[in-house]
């Protein structure tokens, strides 16, 4: 099998960033950035989506984090998007709906190479986990699926605790993104659209 695998670096005045991805890896991951809470929910995304992952950042926190967690998202969905090559053969579609605590998420992602998104998600607004704005969870996974060229759709249909609620997405998120980029062995390579491309 091809191996689904890219690195990737984006260096910006305002950040400098580099990810290392493997769809069919073992969940290992090295997270460095300068936003602890995303650090924390990107360990997540790669243990829950069993990708090996590498994300190194740097950025102008001083400032804020807006530009920081916005252009993680940008690469890592650059890095799905090289990864994933031409599509052929995989699953394309992935969701999940999950609990956490008094929280219930579901996500949705199609890997179909046109960027969509859905932002459905209320009782954010204003919260700060740590020095984390919240709201900011919303501007990364816009940036990811632009670039990673997929629709993705986010709803949170109930919930209360900001961490819980971004955790719990996270998660979502990744174990929508395994389902997605898996193989389908019926396809016998084939890519499935009826249009014969997703790129």
């Not at 605590?101 to 859905?118: K, L, N, S, W, Y």
């Not at 990364?140 to 919930?159: D, E, I, K, P, W």
């Amino acid at each position: 099998m091809v191996a689904r695998r890219t690195r990737l670096e984006r260096n910006t005045k305002e950040t400098q960033i580099s990810v290392d991805l493997d769809l069919d890896g073992t969940g290992k991951r090295t997270i460095e950035t300068p936003v602890p809470f995303l650090s924390h929910m990107l360990d997540a995304f790669a243990r829950h989506g069993v990708f090996d992952l590498d994300v190194k950042a740097a950025g102008d926190i001083e400032i804020d984090a807006h530009h920081t967690v916005e252009d993680i998202g940008l690469v890592l969905g650059s890095a799905f998007e090289q990864a994933l090559g031409d599509r052929a053969g995989i699953v394309r579609y992935g969701w999940a709906t999950l609990p956490m605590d008094e929280v219930m998420t579901t996500v949705a992602v199609d890997f179909c190479g046109r960027p969509a998104f859905v932002w459905r998600v209320q009782g954010l607004e204003g919260k700060w986990i740590g020095g984390f704005d919240c709201e900011l969870a919303k501007e990364f996974f816009s940036a990811f699926a632009t670039r990673a060229q997929c629709n993705l759709h986010v709803n949170v249909h109930y919930g209360g605790n900001a961490h819980h609620m971004i955790e719990c997405i996270f998660k979502a998120f990744a174990r929508a993104c395994d389902a997605a980029t898996r193989i389908d062995p019926r396809l016998g390579g084939a890519v499935p659209s009826t249009k014969g491309t997703l790129t």
